[in-house]
């Protein structure tokens, strides 16, 4: 079973380039969200979504876009890339309970 | 928002030694739930507490689930080098009207250095 899936796994992007981050789950959950982890800060939400065609703020929105057509797929967008956006970035999704974790993005932004 | 202090931020042990971590919180939560984090991997449940006073074991780790609802504890006994990793605790508010939509506030993290 394939869990939660990420792609990329590794983007460097230039400052104001913009790029898309795709998730995708199998399990047929209803929430799905993206969290950044930064050192020393844990894992901060950005957005996430209760379900297909709804997206809401998380914790650290700013800069930050998503969408979510399918069910089975989050995307997280960002229009102009800053090197504060450097980051680790996670997607995870669950039915309420504990999250199923992607293994992550690893963006820099130079 | 919610707030959830972890501690320590790091530890490093030998290899056979028990291992304990706790997170506290200004507000009080309805599930506990801890996870590991390898390198270069997303974080993987561990343990999920769903009610005060609560204690679970899964292997040689064993978390507890506050009595105030504000803070957890996890424990590892005799270590070994593959429980290297972070570990984050993370609380989650269930209210009856569902609208914690499942959300998890996370600790900081408590990087584990085990020692051979």
């Known amino acids: 079973n394939a869990g939660v899936t990420q792609t990329p796994k590794f983007r460097v992007l230039k400052t104001g380039q913009s790029m898309t981050l795709l998730c995708a789950q199998d399990m047929n959950h209803e929430y799905m969200y993206w969290y950044r982890q930064d050192p020393g800060m844990g894992l901060r939400l950005i957005h996430y979504s209760v379900g297909e065609g709804t997206t809401a703020k998380g914790e650290v929105p700013d800069g930050y876009n998503v969408s979510r057509l399918k069910k089975q797929n989050f995307l997280l967008g960002l229009e102009s890339a800053a090197p504060s956006q450097t980051s680790v970035y996670f997607c995870?999704?669950?039915?309420?309970?504990?999250?199923?974790f992607g293994s992550g993005t690893r963006l820099t932004v130079v | 928002g919610q707030q959830l202090n972890q501690s320590p931020q790091s530890m490093f042990i030998q290899e056979g030694e028990d291992v304990s971590m706790n997170c506290t919180s200004s507000?009080?939560?309805?599930?506990w739930l801890w996870y590991k984090q390898d390198p270069g991997e997303g974080p993987v449940l561990l343990i999920a507490l769903y009610k005060a006073g609560e204690l679970t074991s899964n292997g040689r780790l064993t978390a507890q689930f506050g009595i105030t609802r504000k803070d957890s504890f996890l424990n590892i006994s005799a270590s070994i080098p593959s429980d290297v990793g972070i570990y984050f605790c993370?609380?989650?508010?269930?209210?009856?009207?569902?609208?914690?939509?499942?959300?998890?506030?996370f600790g900081q993290g408590t990087i584990l250095t085990v020692h051979p």
């Open positions: 993370a609380g989650q508010i269930s209210n009856a009207g569902g609208t914690s939509y499942g959300k998890l506030t």
């Open positions: 507000s009080i939560f309805n599930t």
């Open positions: 995870a999704s669950s039915q309420g309970g504990g999250y199923t």
